[in-house]
């Protein structure tokens, strides 16, 4: 008889005598509340107008024939934990219109330091462009 295979238990979150709150996994095995918390918090990373504060282009470049842009810039860790920055950028022409997107992620950058970035965009735009910071991720590097 062909087995079917079985659905992993993700940990469940209870109340047990006297307020204690804690999860319970799929062994069986208590632990506190506050681990999974952390733990999401942690591998998260922080989406914040702080992590943006770190972050800035230093030139926005279009090719003339039309190809990819591309923006560069800087990104200097004011937090106190060595981090890592995954760095959103958006192109946008002279009339305003978002022409294109793209991304760039920098390894740890320890606190104080100044790193650089190079963003290519995922599509081709012509002309003078503007490059704006869209969005900044800083996780706490390993």
Do not use: W
């Not at 999401?40 to 842009?69: E, F, I, M, N, Y």
């Not at 022409?99 to 100044?114: H, I």
């Amino acid at each position: 008889m062909p087995s079917t295979p079985s659905t992993p238990q993700l940990p469940r979150i209870e109340a047990g005598a006297g307020g204690y709150e804690g999860f319970t996994n799929a062994k069986g095995k208590r632990g506190p509340v506050a681990v999974l918390v952390v733990a999401a918090v942690l591998s998260a990373g922080c989406t914040s107008k702080k992590a943006a504060q770190d972050v800035s282009v230093t030139a926005c470049t279009a090719d003339p024939a039309g190809g990819r842009p591309v923006a560069t810039g800087t990104i200097v860790n004011h937090s106190s934990q060595a981090s890592t920055y995954a760095v959103d950028i958006a192109f946008y022409d002279s009339s305003g219109n978002k022409v294109s997107e793209g991304g760039a992620t920098v390894g740890k950058v320890e606190p104080g330091a100044t790193a650089t970035f190079h963003a290519g965009g995922l599509a081709n735009a012509k002309g003078p462009l503007t490059c704006k910071v869209a969005n900044v991720t800083r996780t706490v590097a390993p």
